[in-house]
């Protein structure tokens, strides 16, 4: 089986990494395309990818076909190729924001197996969380095909279109926000005498590690929280000051904001 990308910026390469380090496709299975030349040819030179000329040929090399333009030119592009999707024998995966499986249909073809697909950039390391929802005509072994690229590089949840907004704050652009919340941590080590380095490190490690046992565990995460919080401790200490500047207000203001921004309103 081969997967083709039409589009190779920061989240294809993303997936393409994580695919790689999976070795869930050997990497001449990985065709690629772009506008500019000098932007595919290097990379798939770099990492044993399988080059193509243009976007008619990504879909006629390959059996998942996986839409990772711009949401302004990503319409443009699926009229390019519609002649070669239109007989419904490849499987179209788009990780474009904002285009429903509708939309995309209508553009595509009515016959055109689709999986719509939010990932995160954790996908690169093979963490990622990606929200998918498929079209009726995606099922069986092409929608277990389809789920396996992100099953390999992470988890996958399977939502409703309208819910896709909260994934994206949640997930999306959580990274962002938890890449904040380590290198908060980092500075408060550092305040107190350890080097940047070393605070990250163990900040970053001390935040995978309660990841896993939150998903490891079959208790909500504040039973987690009392497991550590000792009577009268430092732990509880720490808890309260964090709460009495807002630390729980915060992160649920700044997931308001996210999704406001992301349906159109301002911050």
């Known amino acids: ?23 869930t496709f050997a990497p001449a299975d990985i065709v690629v395309h772009s506008h500019r030349q000098e932007s595919y040819g290097p990379y798939a030179a770099k ?8 976007n008619a040929a990504v879909v006629t090399a ?43 249909a209508n553009v595509a073809g009515e016959n055109v197996p689709i999986l719509r697909t939010l990932p995160n950039v954790n996908v690169e390391v093979g963490a990622g969380m990606t929200a998918v929802a498929a079209n009726d005509q995606l099922t069986g072994d092409r929608l277990t095909a389809a789920l396996r690229v992100f099953n390999t590089i992470g988890s996958t949840t399977t939502l409703a279109e309208d819910q896709f907004g909260v994934f994206s704050a949640l997930a999306g652009s959580s990274p962002a926000y938890i890449d904040f919340f380590i290198d908060s941590l980092s500075r ?13 490190q163990i900040a970053a490690q001390a935040t995978l590690g309660s990841a896993k046992m939150v998903l490891a565990s079959d208790k909500i995460p504040f039973a987690l929280i009392d497991q550590v919080a000792s ?32 349906a159109g309103g301002p911050a």
């Not at 009268?232 to 921004?261: H, N």
Request: net charge negative; no cysteine.
């Open 1 to 23: 089986m081969k997967i083709g990308f039409i589009g190779v910026g920061g989240m294809a390469q993303a997936i393409i990494g994580g695919l790689l380090q999976a070795q």
């Open 47 to 54: 990492w044993g990818l399988t080059p193509v000329a243009n």
């Open 62 to 104: 390959s059996d998942l076909v996986v839409l990772a333009v711009t949401p302004n030119v990503a319409l443009d592009v699926l009229q390019e190729v519609e002649p070669q999707l239109a007989n419904g024998d490849k499987t179209l995966i788009s990780i474009v924001a904002g285009l429903s499986l509708e939309q995309l």
């Open 188 to 200: 408060a080590g550092v305040k107190h005498g350890l080097s940047k380095d070393q605070a990250t």
């Open 231 to 262: 009577p009268g401790g430092s732990t509880v200490a720490g808890l309260l000051a964090m709460e009495e500047a807002g630390f729980m207000t915060a992160v649920v203001k700044g997931i308001d904001a996210t999704i406001k921004r992301d």
